[in-house]
C-alpha cells in the first residue's frame, strides 16, 4: 500500500491580520471565519472549497516562513524516511500526530489520518 500525504493546511502570521485576511479572500474566493482561542487571541480560518485549510494569526512582525499541516496516512512510517533530515528530531502532539521541521527550520505539523 502506497503511504497517502496531502498538504491539509497553512498558519499564516501577520501583524495585520485584517489586511492578509481581505486579500486572501479577494486572491482566493474564500471566506474566512473569526475565531477567538480561551486566552482571547483573535484569529481567522478559511477553508479552500473541501481541502487546504489556511488560519491568519497575529504577530507582531510578518512570518515569511508558514507553518505546515500535513495529513499523513502512516504516520511512523512518514517519520522513519525523514529522520535522515530531521535527525530524529520530533515532537509528538498525541492523539494528533508529531511537529518536525524542514531543512530550513520551517515547523511542518504531521497529523495521523483519522
Do not use: W
Not at 498558519?11 to 486572491?27: C, K, N, Q, T, W
Not at 471566506?31 to 485549510?53: I, S, T
Not at 515569511?64 to 533530515?85: C, Q, T, W, Y
Request: proline share 6%.
Amino acid at each position: 500500500m502506497k503511504d497517502e500525504i496531502y498538504l491539509e493546511g497553512l498558519v499564516l502570521h501577520s501583524p495585520d491580520i485584517d489586511a492578509l485576511r481581505a486579500f486572501y479572500e479577494a486572491l482566493l474566493g474564500i471566506k474566512f471565519n473569526e475565531k477567538k482561542h480561551e486566552d482571547g487571541r483573535r484569529h481567522y480560518l478559511g477553508q479552500h472549497g473541501d481541502g487546504v485549510f489556511i488560519d491568519l494569526y497575529p504577530s507582531r512582525e510578518a512570518s515569511r516562513s508558514p507553518h505546515l499541516i500535513m495529513n499523513v496516512s502512516d504516520l511512523e512510517g512518514m517519520l522513519k524516511r525523514v529522520s535522515a533530515f530531521t535527525q530524529n528530531k520530533v515532537e509528538p502532539i498525541p492523539p494528533l500526530g508529531a511537529i518536525i521541521c524542514d531543512p530550513d527550520g520551517r515547523l511542518i505539523y504531521l497529523h495521523r489520518r483519522s
